[in-house]
């Protein structure tokens, strides 16, 4: 295969690019697997991108901003988001995380110290 990582796309972890998958503008991250034709990148008018992660098995293309955790997106699909809210795929389960919201949690994380940040993660 000829898979391709280009732009700002960042790869950590034990993930895997192969195939002739195609990556840019993006994240994965931890055991997520991208492979055959898989096509993963941001949207050229918005602001996200996408965020693979966890043990998630890409075969498809997942355009925007568009976060997938422990999921399987299959050759036939395509998940495409143009807009600014938050496409999310965890285990599965499909929701979307509004714009408004995005940014309130944002201004939610910016007031708190690191510690209080991580307390509540912490189990």
């Given amino acids: ?13 034990h993930c895997l690019v192969e195939g002739n998958a195609y990556v840019k503008d ?3 991250c931890d055991s997520a697997r991208v492979t055959a034709d898989a096509v993963v990148e941001s949207e050229k008018e918005s602001k996200g991108f996408p965020v693979i992660s966890g043990d998630s098995k890409i ?23 143009p807009g600014d809210d938050q496409f999310v795929i965890e285990n599965g389960i499909k929701d979307v995380v ?5 940014q309130k949690e944002a201004l939610t994380m910016k007031g708190r110290s690191k510690d209080d940040r991580y307390k509540g993660q912490i189990r």
């Fill in 98 to 102: 509004s714009h408004e919201q995005i």
């Fill in 26 to 28: 993006a994240v994965i």
């Fill in 1 to 13: 295969g000829h898979a391709l990582v280009t732009g700002t796309s960042l790869l950590q972890g």
């Fill in 59 to 81: 075969y498809g293309s997942i355009i925007g901003q568009v976060v997938i955790t422990n999921s399987t997106v299959f050759p036939s699909e395509q998940i495409f988001n």
